[in-house]
């Protein structure tokens, strides 16, 4: 159940559903009405997740960032704090930023000793359907996890729109939709690795994962959002039983 709600402006979050009954997951949905964000909004997405509790976040589309005025930005603020016990899932859809866009993505997660986090963010640069390419424009990622206080995992990206790293081999190598997936478990291990290898594959990308600091960390690199998120999912329903002790259970609003 949701013990605490509030809102500010048009991001809200909407009632909790329980699909899975007794002792699963509780689903959320965190809805923004407009769809886009353009130059000044700031975003921000702050999560607790009491002891002991199972929940699961999504959304119901993709977020557009729009092209920027001139020297205008926009953010988007994820922090998530994971008590001791409990397990929080954020599997959002993707992320689109047109041609132009200035925007900047971070996640901070802050973990308990017993604590479980699994999430995955999926970003595509410019429009690949409409032949738009991401030749202007700029985006920063961030990615933090701390776990008793101490930090875990950090990395950082800065992709300029044109830059030679969305064109080399060690960058995105020509492809526009990137995405990493994570499991933050006391329990990941290189079994859980081992597994998701054997059965999951993407056909037209590239999918890889692996184990780093005790957190098992799968990436995706491709030319479709639509794999991107075909592959995570696939990798989520091998994963879920591992780390939530519960066979994946989709939320509706996926297959709205």
């Not at 640069?125 to 920063?140: I, K, Y």
Request: hydrophobic share 40%; glycine share 10%; with cysteine.
């Amino acid at each position: 159940m949701i013990a605490r709600s509030e809102h500010e402006g048009p991001l809200r979050v909407q009632r909790a559903f329980q699909p899975e009954g007794e002792g699963g997951a509780c689903h959320v949905y965190v809805l923004h009405p407009p769809g886009g964000v353009v130059s000044g909004d700031a975003l921000l997405v702050d999560v607790q997740c009491e002891r002991d509790a199972r929940a699961l976040l999504t959304a119901p589309g993709a977020t557009k960032f729009y092209r920027a005025r001139s020297e205008g930005s926009a953010s988007l603020d994820q922090r998530f704090e994971v008590e001791d016990g409990a397990v929080l899932e954020w599997l959002p859809p993707e992320a689109i930023l047109f041609d132009g866009a200035n925007t900047r993505i971070r996640t901070h997660v802050e973990l308990a000793a017993n604590a479980t986090y699994a999430g995955w963010e999926i970003v595509c640069l410019g429009r690949p359907a409409c032949d738009e390419a991401f030749e202007s424009g700029e985006l920063h990622t961030e990615l933090r996890i701390r776990r008793g206080g101490a930090l875990a995992y950090f990395e950082r990206g800065r992709f300029g729109g044109g830059n030679a790293v969305l064109h080399e081999a060690w960058g995105l190598f020509g492809q526009p939709v990137f995405g990493t997936l994570l499991i933050a478990s006391p329990q990941a291990s290189q079994a859980w690795v081992e597994r998701v290898r054997e059965t999951v594959t993407a056909e037209l990308g590239t999918f890889a994962v692996t184990l780093v600091s005790g957190i098992l960390i799968a990436r995706y690199l491709g030319g479709s959002t639509r794999e991107a998120r075909a592959t995570f999912e696939d990798a989520y329903r091998v994963l879920r039983p591992l780390y939530a002790e519960r066979d994946a259970v989709h939320p509706r609003i996926w297959s709205t």
